[in-house]
């Protein structure tokens, strides 16, 4: 799987370059609609705008879904094994939990005038919507550290705070790639403007 991140990396530097060679040709030729990238305007565009282009909700998500993906893995949660008396402890705390937090959700959404839907009344698109992705973040993030505590697999809040660290460690690769992939994907949106 790392090669394959290594790959599309690599084949987005050299895309990026093939993509500054190639809007500096076309500009040379005066070809409409194209904006080189070695152009002043070009380089000031490009070291301007380098932080707003790679900040979006993409990001977040990738950081939030890494985070909770971390919890969830070093939890045991998705491992569940209820031979022992403290994990099915662990797996009923955790179920009555998912249910309680459903509830919140569904009064939150489901009901008239609820506090989460749009102005007109809709669930898509409202905050609701928007927030979809934090939302089920921060519910598998919460669910995991319920039950790595009731299980024993946390014993600390440390403990926690190592397996969120752990998702963005595993989740490295998908940063880089992120990074190379929205930097590409702005200055070819640049170039053919």
Same mark, same amino acid.
């Given at each position: 799987?790392?090669?394959?991140?290594?790959?599309?990396?690599?084949? @987005?530097? &050299?895309?990026? &370059?093939?993509?500054?060679?190639?809007?500096?040709?076309?500009?040379?030729?005066?070809?409409?609609? &194209?904006?080189?990238?070695?152009?002043?305007?070009?380089?000031?565009?490009?070291?301007?705008?380098?932080?707003?282009?790679?900040?979006?909700?993409?990001?977040?998500?990738?950081?939030?879904?890494?985070?909770?993906?971390?919890?969830?893995?070093?939890?045991?949660?998705?491992?569940?094994?209820?031979?022992?008396?403290?994990?099915?402890?662990?797996?009923?705390?955790?179920?009555?939990?998912?249910?309680?937090?459903?509830?919140?959700?569904?009064?939150?959404?489901?009901? =008239?005038?609820?506090?989460?839907?749009?102005?007109?009344?809709?669930?898509?698109?409202?905050?609701?919507?928007?927030?979809?992705? =934090?939302?089920?973040?921060?519910? @598998?993030?919460?669910?995991?550290?319920?039950?790595?505590?009731?299980?024993?697999?946390?014993?600390?809040?440390?403990?926690?705070?190592?397996?969120?660290?752990?998702?963005?460690?595993?989740?490295?690769?998908?940063?880089?790639?992120?990074?190379?992939?929205?930097?590409?994907?702005?200055?070819?949106?640049? &170039?053919?403007?």
């Amino acid at each position: 799987m790392k090669r394959l991140y290594y790959h599309l990396i690599l084949a @987005l530097a &050299v895309a990026e &370059v093939v993509l500054v060679l190639l809007s500096w040709l076309l500009s040379a030729t005066q070809t409409e609609g &194209v904006t080189s990238l070695l152009s002043s305007e070009g380089l000031r565009w490009f070291f301007g705008s380098f932080v707003s282009m790679l900040v979006s909700k993409w990001l977040v998500w990738l950081l939030l879904l890494s985070m909770a993906g971390g919890c969830l893995w070093q939890s045991g949660l998705l491992k569940v094994s209820l031979n022992g008396y403290r994990e099915r402890i662990a797996f009923r705390t955790t179920l009555i939990l998912f249910l309680l937090y459903v509830l919140v959700i569904v009064a939150l959404t489901a009901v =008239p005038h609820a506090q989460l839907l749009s102005a007109t009344g809709r669930l898509f698109p409202s905050p609701f919507s928007r927030a979809l992705v =934090p939302v089920v973040a921060f519910g @598998l993030l919460l669910h995991s550290a319920v039950y790595g505590w009731a299980s024993g697999r946390f014993t600390s809040f440390a403990d926690v705070i190592d397996s969120m660290s752990y998702g963005l460690q595993k989740a490295a690769p998908l940063f880089i790639l992120y990074i190379f992939f929205f930097q590409f994907f702005e200055s070819l949106c640049f &170039v053919f403007s």
